[in-house]
C-alpha cells in the first residue's frame, strides 16, 4: 500500500493508480472541470489517465471559478 495526500487528507491506495483512478475514487465532482496538482505542479488533463502517481504524492483538485456581475432590477 501507498500514502497520498489527497486534498490535505492520507490516503491509502494500491499502486499503480493514475490521477484518473484518484478522481474516481473521490468521487470529485464535475470531474471534466476539475484542475489537478500533483506536488504543487498542474497535470495537464490529457494525462490524467496515464500519470502515475507515487508513495507520498500531494494531489490537489482545484476549481477556477469565473466572476462576473450580478444587476437586480425592480
Same mark, same amino acid.
Request: net charge negative; hydrophobic share 45%; no cysteine.
Given at each position: 500500500?501507498?500514502?497520498?495526500i !489527497? ?9 499503480? !493508480?493514475? !490521477? ?7 468521487? !470529485?465532482? =464535475? ?41 437586480? =432590477?425592480?
Open positions: 500500500m501507498a500514502k497520498l !489527497v486534498n490535505g487528507e492520507a490516503q491509502e491506495v494500491q499502486l499503480p !493508480v493514475t !490521477v484518473a483512478d484518484v478522481i474516481r475514487e473521490n468521487n !470529485v465532482a =464535475q470531474p471534466e472541470m476539475v484542475s489537478v496538482q500533483v506536488n504543487e505542479e498542474f497535470v495537464d488533463r490529457e494525462e490524467f489517465a496515464t500519470f502515475q502517481l507515487n508513495d507520498g504524492d500531494e494531489i490537489d483538485f482545484l476549481y477556477f471559478m469565473g466572476g462576473g456581475a450580478f444587476h437586480f =432590477q425592480k
